[in-house]
C-alpha cells in the first residue's frame, strides 16, 4: 500500500508545471509551492527518516525544493528511496518518536500513507488533476483518517467533515471525513 500511494504521489508530482506553483490551494495556508515543499518533505525524506529512526536534517526543513527544475524526479527517486527503508521488517518495529511522543512504528507508515495521499489530492486538486487509487488503498486511508481524525482536527489538520453520499467511492468518502470536498470544482 505505502509503494502504491508512493507511486500516486510522484505521478501526480510530475504533472505540476512551474507556473502552478503560485496557485492557492485546498491548505489555505499553503499556496501550491509550500505545499509541495511541505508534501516532498514530510512524504518522501520524513518517509526514509521514520523507517530508519532518523531526525530530518535541518538543511531540508526549509529547502524550497521546487526551486530545482527536476523536482519531481528527485522526489519520486526519494519516494523509491523511502519506501525501500520501509521494505526492511525492521522498520516495523517497536515505535518511531514524533517529537517526543512515541508511536508503534506500523501507525506512523499509515499516517505516511495518509500524507502521501491527502496532500497528493491537495496538489491533484490545485494542478488539475486526479488521483487514482485501488479501492483497497482507498479503503486504507478512509481507515486511517477515521484513526486520526479527533488528533487532526484538534491541531488544524482537518476540517469539519463534508456530506458526501453514503455510496459515495471510499476515496471520496476518506477526502470528506478529512474536510476536504471531493466534488467541489477547483
Do not use: K
Given at each position: 500500500m505505502l509503494a502504491e500511494a508512493a507511486a500516486e504521489a510522484a505521478r501526480i508530482a510530475r504533472g505540476v508545471r512551474p507556473e502552478q506553483l503560485g496557485e492557492p490551494t485546498p491548505c489555505t495556508e499553503f499556496d501550491a509551492r509550500a505545499l509541495v515543499n511541505h508534501w516532498v518533505l514530510y512524504t518522501s525524506h520524513g518517509l526514509e527518516h521514520r523507517a530508519r529512526r532518523t531526525e530530518l536534517p535541518g538543511e531540508l526543513t526549509a529547502r524550497d525544493f521546487t526551486a530545482d527544475a527536476d523536482w519531481a524526479e528527485a522526489?519520486?527517486?526519494?519516494?523509491?528511496?523511502?519506501?525501500?527503508?520501509?521494505?526492511?521488517?525492521?522498520a516495523w518495529a517497536g515505535e518511531v518518536d514524533l517529537g517526543g511522543m512515541t508511536v508503534p512504528a506500523g501507525s506512523v507508515a499509515r499516517m505516511l500513507v495518509m500524507?502521501?495521499?491527502?496532500h497528493g489530492w491537495d496538489v491533484a486538486r490545485t494542478t488539475g488533476q486526479r488521483v487514482a487509487v485501488s479501492e483497497e488503498l482507498g479503503a486504507l486511508l478512509l481507515a486511517v483518517v477515521e484513526e486520526n481524525v479527533e488528533l487532526f482536527r484538534q491541531y488544524g489538520g482537518f476540517a469539519d467533515p463534508v456530506a458526501v453520499p453514503a455510496d459515495a467511492p471510499v476515496l471520496d468518502r476518506a477526502l470528506a471525513a478529512s474536510g476536504r470536498d471531493p466534488y467541489r470544482a477547483a
Open positions: 522526489y519520486a527517486a526519494q519516494l523509491d528511496r523511502g519506501v525501500a527503508a520501509w521494505a526492511d521488517p525492521a500524507e502521501l495521499l491527502l
